[in-house]
């Protein structure tokens, strides 16, 4: 007997992982809990261990290969030599397709550019409607996919997609153009099936039954992608509000385009408060922009990927204001020069700790959130998490991209345990071996680009936290005190808010909570 070894979802933002290397060759004697493989997720490389003993056996997918969460990727015989019960499973089936079903004339509407007329002389005749494409004009049956298929394909220009009729919908249309036997169709390609519906005015939408599908004929598609049009935002004027041609080249020049709240207000999604799809450029446009041959492609890696999504995310979902603020860190700067050079040694004569300004923020924010309980949490749409504990998530910049490590509990632990804490998590980051625990969750955050001479910016939060401090560099600049001017260490930070956790006076007084703290470093050893 043989166990399948699956893609392990690693991370609650995993979809996809890519398979390092097998640390076990085939036909290898395996212990149960022995790592058997490296799979690299979204932001790290992780281990995947044997479930119980036994041998690996095959059919072993590739090292490089990425593939889904759930997908098998090798087994676990019992003896050596043992073919696998499933190993079927491990190669992707061909789709199994439903047998053809024959749809009557009346289920294949008019083609969109032969206009109404055409199509109502056509039923008349009890004939198929006019075709625009040589491949659609002989009869023919068509091959109808369940709703379950997962491939789709289209017709041509016009053709919309139907499901095959019920007995009694059958029963109905063929009192209606379409007496006798029905006329088969064949299109050139299988095509899914749809719910019907009831038939929807010219402009009254281009959704379909199923809410996250637009209705569009394949030439309305292509000049909305090479036009950069949204069609969710376009009223169809064909045959169910379909949207077709001449509806595209329409809202290219600011007609028959709804906004945004009237585009969603058609669909469940907008119901439950979904905001408005937003589309960029296409590849194809961005490309066009470019001589060919003057640049190169390097394709995404999973985790420029997910850094897409999850600043996407944030960008769209949070309401988010900014607060700034100047911190004089000059009793810091000395405070910090004095604690590293008393430092004691290890036996090899190493400095047990080497605290950087970066370390007094950490922990003046995580102490600064405990003065200021509200801020300290987190929304769901249910209610709001308040936390006990100041989780500080601090962004570390890594190859390909970057990954906030979270200090657990920062208001407990002293300067120097934080240093060691995130020099630790810091290098396991570059090496991509820290475990999903210790880079999700968090209520705040602190991004800092002063030691690239950055003097001030605007972090992105990252969802769930509510809060990142964005901590530039500390900079002798003048200041007035007591009417004269003095020079003094400043560092500007900058607070980005969620403002469904975190209202002004509630971020303000974060802000004035850190910066008492931080202006006054005895008070962070206390």
Not at 106 to 113: I, N
Not at 173 to 196: D, F, I, K, T, Y
Not at 205 to 216: E, F, L, P
Not at 458 to 468: D, F, K, M, R
């Amino acid at each position: 007997m043989s166990e399948s070894i699956t893609m392990p979802a690693l991370s609650d933002t995993m979809n996809t992982g890519r398979l390092v290397k097998w640390v076990k060759k085939l036909g290898d004697t395996i212990k149960k809990g022995e790592t058997i493989a490296e799979v690299e997720t979204d932001k790290a490389v992780m281990e995947v261990e044997a479930f119980h003993d036994g041998y690996l056996a095959g059919p072993l997918a590739p090292e490089g290969a990425e593939m889904p969460v759930g997908k098998i990727i090798g087994y676990i015989a019992d003896s050596p030599g043992e073919a696998p019960a499933g190993a079927a499973q491990a190669t992707p089936a061909a789709p199994k397709t439903a047998p053809p079903v024959t749809v009557r004339a009346a289920d294949v509407p008019a083609e969109e550019e032969e206009g109404p007329k055409a199509a109502a002389a056509a039923a008349a005749k009890g004939a198929p409607a006019p075709a625009a494409k040589p491949a659609a004009a002989s009869a023919k049956t068509t091959d109808v996919r369940p709703p379950s298929a997962a491939a789709s394909s289209q017709m041509g220009e016009g053709a919309g997609t139907k499901s095959a009729p019920s007995p009694q919908s059958t029963s109905t249309q063929r009192g209606e153009g379409a007496r006798g036997a029905p006329l088969p169709v064949q299109s050139s390609s299988p095509q899914p099936a749809e719910e019907m519906s009831a038939p929807k005015a010219p402009g009254e939408g281009a959704q379909t039954s199923d809410a996250n599908r637009i209705s569009s004929s394949p030439l309305a598609r292509r000049l909305a992608e090479e036009s950069g049009v949204d069609l969710a935002r376009i009223q169809g004027s064909g045959p169910h509000g379909r949207i077709i041609a001449a509806d595209v080249e329409a809202a290219k020049s600011g007609k028959g385009v709804m906004t945004p709240a009237a585009a969603g207000g058609a669909g469940p999604a907008a119901a439950a408060g979904a905001a408005p799809a937003v589309h960029g450029m296409s590849d194809q446009q961005i490309r066009a922009l470019y001589p060919e041959g003057s640049y190169e492609i390097v394709p995404h890696d999973s985790m420029r990927k997910i850094i897409a999504q999850r600043l996407e995310q944030s960008n769209l979902t949070i309401p988010r204001f900014y607060l700034t603020i100047d911190c004089d860190i000059g009793r810091l700067v000395a405070a910090r020069e004095e604690v590293n050079s008393t430092a004691p040694q290890d036996k090899d004569g190493k400095p047990l700790w080497k605290l950087s300004v970066n370390d007094f923020v950490i922990k003046a924010l995580a102490l600064a959130l405990q003065r200021v309980p509200d801020a300290n949490a987190t929304w769901t749409e249910s209610g709001m998490l308040k936390h006990r504990h100041s989780d500080i998530g601090v962004a570390v910049a890594i190859q390909g991209g970057l990954i906030t490590p979270v200090v657990r509990n920062a208001e407990t632990k002293s300067l120097s345990a934080i240093s060691n804490e995130m020099k630790e998590l810091a290098a396991r980051a570059r090496a991509r071996k820290l475990k999903p625990e210790e880079y999700q969750g968090g209520a705040s955050a602190v991004s800092n680009l002063g030691m690239h001479g950055i003097r001030d910016f605007t972090a992105v939060i990252n969802p769930p936290q509510a809060s990142i401090l964005a901590v530039g560099a500390g900079e002798e600049r003048p200041v007035v005190r007591s009417g004269k001017i003095e020079i003094a260490t400043v560092l500007t930070v900058t607070l980005s808010c969620d403002h469904r956790v975190v209202d002004g006076v509630l971020g303000a007084k974060l802000l004035g909570a850190f910066k008492a703290l931080i202006e006054t470093p005895v008070m962070l050893a206390v």
